[in-house]
């Protein structure tokens, strides 16, 4: 649902025809992806497709958690080609004059790090694997420059940082819940399985209170 909604607030923009305001664009997990379909001027085909093809079995499904396979397959939405969503889009995201920064976190250091510098879609689609790969309901870490990555949402998910630290003088960032709205806890089982994958894939990581879901704000 939090990619529907900053989907939606992207698509104003684009309507408006705005992207040109923009020097660089941060999103985490499905905020990450659609910064990516505004950056390829199709951010409203993505908000489309939200409640078509990716609200079918194909996209989400839990019984496959059953079978040892990942709920969730981003995947599928970056390979997915329809009337609005079209196969050279990846190539127009890459080819911007705007800088895409994709947050992800570093498996091995439990760290927020800032994925940019997509020179290629080979690129584009590690990164935005990286930034949406959910622990548990969406498979193992992946693997990316050498480094595994999960969901930037795990430490940074509102990614306002980044434009920060590149020296923005003005930002823009599209939140999904009201201002000052409590976050809502996983389910308790649900979040000892998370955190105990989260602890098998790095040991030496400290207690920490794990709160993991798909957060879309991305500046």
């Known amino acids: 649902m939090r990619g529907v909604v900053s989907a939606g607030m992207a698509s104003a923009l684009e309507r408006r025809g705005l992207l040109d305001c923009f020097d ?4 985490t997990s499905a905020g990450a992806l659609n910064a990516a379909a505004f950056l390829a001027g199709v951010v409203e085909g993505c908000l489309v497709a939200y409640h078509a093809a990716f609200a079918t079995r194909r996209f989400i499904n839990p019984y496959r958690l059953l079978i040892g396979r990942a709920a969730i397959d981003v995947a599928f939405t970056l390979d997915h080609v329809d009337q609005r969503l079209d196969a050279g889009r990846h190539s127009r995201t890459v080819a911007s004059r705007i800088s895409l920064h994709c947050i992800a976190v570093d ?11 997509l020179r290629s879609e080979e690129d584009l689609r590690c990164a ?3 930034s949406s790969r959910m622990p548990w309901i969406g498979g193992g870490p992946v693997e990316f420059r050498g480094r595994r990555w999960l969901d930037g949402g795990l430490a940074e998910p509102i990614p306002h940082q980044v434009p920060a ?21 996983l389910p308790p089982l649900a979040n000892r399985i998370v955190e105990r994958r989260l602890r098998r894939l790095n040991p030496s990581s400290s207690s920490c209170t794990v709160a993991v879901r798909p957060t879309t704000r991305p500046p």
């Open 128 to 130: 935005l694997l990286a």
């Open 107 to 117: 498996v091995d250091t439990a760290a927020a790090e800032d994925l940019t510098d």
């Open 165 to 185: 630290r590149l020296g923005a003088t003005h930002v823009l960032v599209l939140m999904t819940r009201p201002h000052g709205a409590s976050r809502t806890p």
């Open 24 to 27: 660089l664009v941060v999103g």
